[in-house]
């Protein structure tokens, strides 16, 4: 069974703190994404990787950054956290060109 | 144009219907297929593959027309766990492999 885990179910933040997400997933997937989901927008892609070390921009990447340096994690970095941040986050998994599986996503609040 | 449409409904069925969902997409080029479904506050969680021939898997059925270029996801014998979100998802490798989310459609089955 795949398993894709995030660090944290929910989480409130200050404004202007640096927030890190995680996720760690077990199936040695090449492919990672976080998404943000927000009522009445869907999934909007903000980054994703193909491999340790790399990664691309997705559709909404403005004030976030990313990191990869096992094939197991990828970490989504907000650097000044901003209240139009406050958003569900979603980490992904997938081989090349499969479907993808979504840890259970992470609550942010930003106040 | 979007890359992949829904109906976003609702879709307000009786228990025992059958209901059906169709995801037109824009790239002729797409070459896998999936349909997701989605509770709330809940992370999208694969249902079923999409392939050439149709495939059924108990009481849903998915279908693919490559000429129209849409899919379908039919649910026969609606059940109240039913209600969710369904998202229809497509992948293409032209210029770079690219996922693509519809916005997904709402159905509520009441008894």
């Known amino acids: 069974d795949v398993k894709v885990t995030q660090s944290s179910r929910y989480l409130v933040k200050r404004t202007g703190e640096k927030v890190f997400l995680e996720c760690v997933q077990d199936?040695?997937?090449?492919?990672m994404f976080w998404y943000r989901q927000d009522p009445g927008l869907g999934l909007r892609l903000i980054y994703f990787?193909?491999?340790?070390?790399?990664?691309e921009k997705g559709d909404i990447p403005e004030g976030y950054s990313v990191s990869r340096e096992k094939k197991e994690r990828f970490s989504l970095i907000l650097e000044s956290a901003s209240t139009n941040q406050t958003s569900m986050y979603l980490c992904?998994?997938?081989?090349?060109?499969?479907?993808?599986?979504f840890g259970p996503g992470t609550r942010l609040t930003v106040t | 144009r979007k890359e992949v449409e829904q109906d976003p409904g609702p879709f307000n069925v009786p228990e025992g219907a059958t209901v059906a969902f169709n995801c037109t997409y824009s790239n002729s080029a797409s070459q896998s297929f999936f349909w997701y479904r989605q509770d709330c506050r809940k992370e999208p969680k694969l249902l079923m593959s999409v392939y050439s021939s149709g495939n059924e898997d108990g009481r849903f059925t998915a279908q693919l027309n490559r000429a129209s270029q849409y899919i379908s996801l039919l649910i026969r014998d609606s059940k109240l766990s039913d209600s969710a979100t369904y998202l229809c998802v497509v992948i293409s490798n032209t210029g770079g492999f690219k996922t693509i989310f519809g916005a997904g459609t709402r159905l509520f089955v009441k008894a």
């Open positions: 990787s193909y491999d340790v070390k790399m990664k």
């Open positions: 199936m040695d997937h090449e492919n």
């Open positions: 992904a998994s997938s081989f090349l060109n499969s479907e993808q599986y």
